[in-house]
């Protein structure tokens, strides 16, 4: 099966530092998507692209949250600098046109 | 804006039974409504998609159905196993102009043998 591909899964990180998440889509979706989860807001949409345009970005904080897709096979979400407060899973996301959202597994990142 | 309500409590049930669970929203009825499977560790999994205008879907053993008077949305899942375990969540798209689902809490399931 197709799937959505994240990395890194895991990553800790001091307070202060940049951090980058990346994600292959499934080739051939050209809606993608970035969510962010934890357990008190559960999943929150941050930013998401149609054919690596971004469309919606208001979930984001803007001042040190990024988002960007510089090709069809790279989305990347960056966080500049990091705050304890960023600790969650991370999800991308794409989807084929009225159909259902794929998932990756997720980057887990802690900030200390 | 746009509520999604569904039991935080876990539901626990006995194999071989039904489980219902239940998904509430306010304001606007949505464009379509999902629901997802998502185990600890991993990314949720797309199950079914009902539109605003049927009343029920299904897919081997779940089965959906979507009251735009009541503003709930039921999952079904007949003859329960203990691998249907997990949280499930529901999500709803406000309108077909736009690609944004917004997800509920979700609820765990609970099937014990």
């Known amino acids: 099966d197709a799937r959505v591909t994240q990395t890194p899964r895991h990553k800790v990180t001091e307070m202060g530092q940049e951090v980058t998440m990346r994600c292959q889509p499934i080739?051939?979706?050209?809606?993608v998507f970035w969510y962010r989860q934890t357990m008190m807001q559960g999943l929150e949409l941050l930013a998401y692209f149609r054919n690596r345009a971004p469309l919606d970005d208001s979930g984001m904080p803007k001042d040190r949250f990024s988002a960007e897709m510089p090709d069809a096979t790279l989305a990347t979400l960056k966080i500049q600098p990091s705050e304890p407060r960023d600790s969650a899973v991370y999800f991308c996301?794409?989807?084929?046109?009225?159909?259902?959202?794929?998932f990756g597994s997720g980057t887990r990142l802690t900030v200390v | 804006s746009q509520k999604i309500e569904q039991n935080s409590e876990a539901l626990n049930i006995q194999e071989g039974k039904t489980a219902t669970l239940t998904c509430n929203y306010t304001?606007?009825?949505?464009?379509?409504l999902q629901w997802y499977r998502q185990d600890p560790g991993r990314g949720p999994v797309f199950l079914l998609l009902i539109r605003e205008n049927e009343k029920e879907k299904r897919k081997e053993r779940l089965k959906v159905t979507f009251d735009t008077t009541l503003k709930q949305s039921l999952f079904h899942i007949t003859a329960s196993q203990p691998a249907d375990s997990a949280t499930y969540l529901c999500a709803l798209i406000r309108s077909y102009n736009t690609d944004k689902l917004i997800f509920g809490t979700g609820t765990r399931l609970q099937v014990f043998p």
């Open positions: 080739l051939g979706h050209n809606t």
């Open positions: 996301a794409s989807q084929e046109a009225n159909y259902g959202y794929t």
């Open positions: 304001n606007y009825s949505p464009a379509y």
